[in-house]
């Protein structure tokens, strides 16, 4: 049978667009949320229950991915996650009450759950190594962009208050992701550990060139040989890529990333910026750096490598955090308090870019050995929905009972628990084929 031959930057785009989706979803509800509240005159405790629905659904999806995508495979269940996400926008746009709009957002978190690991983790499995670090990053941007265009059609509808437009627009691009994802290989290592090795080694050699492809397959069939001999089990270098990837997921939340995705114009307003408007245009220039910084990440990831990033992103964001915590300190003494609280951001949010955001989602996506790959990651990934959901919560009261300036103080507290535990425990896995990565651990 010929077999096609696959641009491996057609499938990492196409796939992005469950990135994207992510990114809009989660970001589309704080500019809704207004809407909502007054059609539908929601408490507060419906109001929390509106927003936060998208990570309890993540967290259930996140859980169930791993297993699923190990055992149907990696291509179906994106094509599952789009129908979930076109379903689930249009149930929303259309809510005739709270319990609709709930039920649909509780589906849309369960379409991220799914494409939130499957989409960095088909990508890792299907890239040639000297590249994988940028395309799974992709994923990243795709993210970035998804937030940013959630404040544009936010902002854009924000006249006529139409909340509707705003969560259905996103029926769109899960529509191009499904009918993409059609048309895309299944994972080839997916398949290879399936038992369709033919099929697997065909789609190795349409998209990375006969040698390369048989040299992948010798190392597969090699790793796959010594788990049968050493089976995977609750080893020492088990337990340790487990911690890393819980540790990052945990650490990529609580060092406080979507205080400042979810309540920027918030943050704003505490720092004196004076209308609402000017709030909201800063915003997006966050958003903005968001997406510049990951797009910087993406040509770094495979010549800087994932760990020099990682500690270089982290040590901007301890620094503008405590540089954050001390303008709201000293707000009283402060006349720039609000180009300083801007600044501040802007480097933090660039940091993260091009550390904790991209290479979380990428490190998880390359540690752990291929016949548990879908069921570890599901592990770290239902942690990070977790302590997102923590962090959402929680924010607001920390300011209540910390004062802006320690709020900020205490992530920048955890940014440095985080890259003292990065540097001595995340490896460099750039210009290394996944079965190498694997090998590396097991010897150490
Ligand atoms: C994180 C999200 C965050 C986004 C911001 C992602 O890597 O998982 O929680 O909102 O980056 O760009």
């Excluded at 809407?35 to 927003?51: A, G, K, N």
């Excluded at 709270?98 to 369960?110: A, N, S």
Aim: proline share 3%.
């Amino acid at each position: 049978m010929p077999t096609k031959n696959y641009s491996v930057y057609l499938i990492a785009a196409f796939s992005a667009l469950g990135g994207l989706l992510f990114g809009y979803d989660t970001g589309v509800i704080s500019g809704a949320i207004l809407f909502i509240r007054s059609e539908f005159m929601l408490t507060t405790f419906e109001v929390e229950l509106v927003i936060s629905a998208v990570l309890m659904g993540c967290m259930g999806g996140a859980f169930c991915a791993g297993y699923i995508s190990d055992r149907l495979g990696r291509r179906r269940v994106l094509i599952f996650a789009a129908l979930l996400f076109t379903i689930a926008s249009l149930v929303t746009a259309l809510a005739e009450n709270v319990t609709w709009l709930v039920t649909g957002r509780i589906f849309i978190g369960i379409a991220i759950g799914f494409s939130s690991m499957i989409t960095p983790l088909y990508v890792s499995e299907i890239s040639p190594y000297k590249i994988r670090g940028g395309l799974v990053s992709l994923n990243q941007l795709a993210i970035t962009v998804g937030i940013l265009l959630s404040y544009i059609v936010g902002y854009y509808f924000s006249d006529t208050g139409n909340w509707r437009y705003m969560l259905g627009f996103a029926a769109i691009p899960s529509i191009v992701f499904g009918v993409g994802m059609l048309f895309l290989p299944e994972s080839p290592r997916w398949l290879y550990i399936k038992g369709k090795k033919e099929k697997a080694y065909q789609i190795l050699e349409s998209i990375h060139g006969e040698i390369a492809a048989k040299k992948e397959v010798s190392e597969i069939e090699e790793n796959m040989n010594l788990d049968q001999k050493k089976p995977i089990e609750w080893t020492a270098w088990f337990k340790r890529v487990l911690i890393i990837g819980v540790g990052l997921a945990v650490f990529q939340q609580l060092t406080g990333i979507n205080t400042v995705i979810y309540y920027a114009p918030i943050i704003f307003e505490f720092a004196g910026v004076q209308t609402a408007t000017n709030a909201i245009f800063a915003t997006g220039i966050i958003g903005l750096v968001n997406v510049l910084a990951t797009i910087v990440a993406l040509f770094l990831m495979d010549k800087a490598g994932r760990r020099t990033l990682l500690l270089v992103g982290l040590t901007g964001m301890t620094i503008s955090l405590g540089v954050l915590g001390f303008a709201f300190h000293y707000s009283h003494v402060t006349t720039y308090l609000g180009w300083i609280t801007l600044i501040s951001l802007v480097v933090y949010v660039a940091s993260f870019a091009i550390s904790l955001g991209p290479v979380f989602w990428l490190l998880i996506s390359e540690i752990y050995p291929l016949p548990i790959r879908g069921r570890a990651m599901s592990i770290a990934t239902f942690f990070n929905w977790t302590a997102n959901l923590l962090v959402s919560l929680t924010f607001l009261s920390l300011i209540d009972v910390f004062g802006q300036s320690g709020t900020f103080w205490f992530y920048g507290i955890l940014s440095v628990i985080a890259w003292i535990f990065s540097y001595y425990l995340v490896p460099e896995t750039k210009n290394k084929t996944l079965e190498q990565i694997e090998r590396q651990f097991d010897i150490n």
